[in-house]
T-cell receptor, first 112, second 117 residues
């Protein structure tokens, strides 16, 4: 799987938008961009994924650069419950095995 | 609650003992994955099943580890002759893989925390 690069940690104020960046300069044409998050003492939780176009769901938005070498997860209005480690992961949609290769992610702290 | 359950949630065992963990995936999901997570690290892939077939095993899965998924429903992960280095969170995930290409989200259970003393 192609590798991703994320900042180790970020802070944001409660009720403000949060933009979590991810670089994936070696992404291939069939790689999907997935985001998962892990709240303290829980298993990872799926957030969103996309291939080329920007995506929105009830949890977040995913903005994908035109060259697909970077992406940004957007939490529109952070709450204290959004404090978690956020993982950006590439998955080959043509390969079949969908194992997730986690890095160390970005630890997001929300300031009340 | 994602619908994936794992038991037990915590296990403390002495070095050299055998332990077995169980994962119950979301009922219609055909794929089941096991991961291991140590403190401060992201989860690491161990193995996965499509229905009852074990299709891939990581190099992390030594001969002391074995996983099964009889009848393509629940799965068990057994560790024989546990070592202190086996102390970790063991996570199970499931997904529904359809035909053709694409990418599908995985739903994780809460994990089983193993402590080997």
């Amino acid at each position: 799987d192609a590798k991703t690069t994320q900042p180790n940690s970020m802070e944001s104020n409660e009720e403000e938008p949060v933009h979590l960046p991810c670089n994936h300069s070696t992404i291939s044409g069939t790689d999907y961009i997935h985001w998962y998050r892990q709240l303290p003492s829980q298993g990872p939780e799926y957030v969103i994924h996309g291939l080329t176009s920007n995506v929105n769901n009830r949890m977040a938005s995913l903005a994908i650069a035109e060259d697909r070498k970077s992406s940004t997860l957007i939490l529109h209005r952070a709450t204290l419950r959004d404090a978690a480690v956020y993982y950006c992961i590439l998955r080959d949609g043509d390969f079949g095995n969908e194992k997730l290769t986690f890095g160390t992610g970005t630890r997001l702290t929300i300031i009340p | 609650d994602t619908g994936v359950s794992q038991n037990p949630r915590h296990k403390i065992t002495k070095r050299g003992q055998n332990v077995t963990f169980r994962c119950d995936p979301i009922s219609e999901h055909n794929r089941l994955y096991w991961y291991r997570q140590t403190l401060g690290q992201g989860p690491e892939f161990l193995t996965y099943f499509q229905n009852e077939a074990q299709l891939e095993k990581s190099r992390l899965l030594s001969d002391r580890f074995s996983a099964e998924r009889p009848k393509g429903s629940f799965s068990t992960l057994e560790i024989q002759r546990t070592e202190q280095g086996d102390s970790a969170m063991y996570l199970c995930a499931s997904s529904l893989r359809g035909a053709g290409s694409g990418s599908y989200e995985q739903y994780f259970g809460p994990g089983t925390r193993l402590t080997v003393t």
